[in-house]
């Protein structure tokens, strides 16, 4: 769940990536317990390496997508997270 996330947060940003959470929930019938340490882990596991993700998502169709908005939105989500 919180890679799903991870990966909406970057291709379109943090109110799907929340949307996503809504309706996972709504479809498990629970909430998510810990969202926030699963998302930091999610964070934390790709820090190092976020920006070499720009050709999965150019393959995608994203192609106005570069490395450096990659490190941008990771970074972005991290403050959204915390």
Known sequence: MSWCRLDLALLHGPGVADVF?????DAAGLAVPDRRRWDLVALDNSHRDVESWVANYH?????DLSRAD???RHTAWRSAVN
């Open 21 to 25: 959470l809504t309706a996972y929930q």
């Open 59 to 63: 393959d995608l169709g994203r192609l």
């Open 70 to 72: 990659l490190r941008r």
